[in-house]
């Protein structure tokens, strides 16, 4: 019987047709699938992330005080100054047709010259739409770009650890480069370096420079997140790699779409802990979770809302959120002009509670004043502390009165620092930015100046 079966196989095979096995270019549909390899997920994808290489162009200057930590404040803008040329190697993902791309903002971000090189070796020039330090993010327009291949946004909030994934970009230079790992972490607010800040997706799929601004993508090929930077000793990728979460890139997005040139995030005018295991005792807690809040103000869309000092906050939009980064990002998410429903604690009941997403108020108006080459601290900016300033310098919510927004080259040498308040000068107070003018036009011999610096008392006095 075993002899007639070999038989009967071997005829089989002899009959059976000759050619070439090919085979089926698909995205893996199960975990055994996923074993064979990424081939048809890196190949549908890998088009639409591209290289770039930057260009900044920036004024230095040469001064025998650079580095001293007291004369090099003193002598700032002291020296000739010079060009100096910096070269930035990044990637970006194509997120439409037209030739929108997004990346990061240490790539292309104060960039004079942006060229972008596709994975067919095509050229593009581009210009940056939108941009945002604190993000981390910047979207750019390729000139004369259409019909170019693009990846969907997923999304991130459905993201779990464990997750495969792959980040796609150019590592070192050496060319497009695939790497593959699993999401090892969410809601990552504080362990990301530099300036972005916020929720970041970890993956230990690895990330080495020229990769920031690369795609990190699900096995089905769509974008979760933009590789921004690595946490490491040595500067090589060690396994702890961040990505910004696709959800904050759609805002970007939609906001470019809407013609936005200044990225706009929703004011809380609210300040908040975390909820630890000692305060949520205190609190009444069973567990500790969310953030308390420590202080309101008075136009806080909060406020309005009906939340109080010491009210937890656990969720928005069903998200929980443990840290103030992570609230500043769901609110960001959701976008000016939208509701975002909040779950608050308080008395040992959970309420959730609409709350309008606004920008930070204008009002009253900030009145703001740049001084001329007529007053003694020519090129001093000061405005009117209200929630908008408040909001851009990062000021305490409780702060008043007349506040420095660009000390200028002549403030800073004399010791004004951005987010000082400006109490008095000659012993006049300063109600109004036009009091600022008005004093520093004619101030006489002697110069005084009363700060409130962080809640600091301090005087500067010197002579003209």
Known sequence: MFRFLMIALGLALATAPMGPVRAETRVPQS????????????????????????????????SPFAGDPFFADLFRGFGTPRPRVQNSLGSGVILAADGIVVSNYHVVGQATDIRVVTSDRQEYEAHVVL?????????????????????PLRDSDHVEVGELVLA????????????????????????????????????????NPGNSGGALIDVNGAVIGINSRILSRSGGSNGIGFAIPANLVAQFVKQAEDGNTVFERPWAGMA?????????????????????????HPESPFRKAGFEVGDVITDVDGQPVNSPPEMVFRMTVRGIGARAQVTRARDGRTEEIAVEMIAAPDDPPAEAVTLDEKT???????????????ARLGLPLSSE??????????????GLKQGDVIAAINDAAIARPRDVRRALSDPGRWLKMDLLRRGQRLRLRFRL
């Open 131 to 151: 941009s945002d330090k604190e993000a981390d993010l910047a979207i750019l327009q390729l000139d004369g770009a259409s019909g170019l291949p693009y990846l």
């Open 376 to 390: 003694v601290v020519p090129g001093l900016s000061v405005a009117r502390a209200n929630p908008a300033v408040i």
């Open 31 to 62: 975990q055994a699938e996923i074993s064979l390899g990424f081939a048809p997920v890196v190949k549908r994808a890998a088009p639409a992330v591209v290289n770039i290489y930057a260009r900044i162009v920036t004024q230095v200057q040469d």
């Open 401 to 414: 009165g007349v506040v420095v927004t660009d000390p200028g080259p002549y403030g800073a040498r004399a």
């Open 168 to 207: 796609i970009g150019n590592p070192f230079g050496v060319g497009q480069t695939v790497s593959s790992g699993i999401v090892s972490g969410l809601a990552r607010s504080g362990a990301a370096t530099g300036n972005a800040r916020g929720y970041f997706i970890q993956t230990d799929a690895p990330i």
């Open 272 to 296: 908040g802990q975390p909820v630890d295991s000692d305060l949520a005792q205190s609190l009444g807690m069973s567990l500790p979770e969310g953030i308390v809040i420590s202080d309101l």
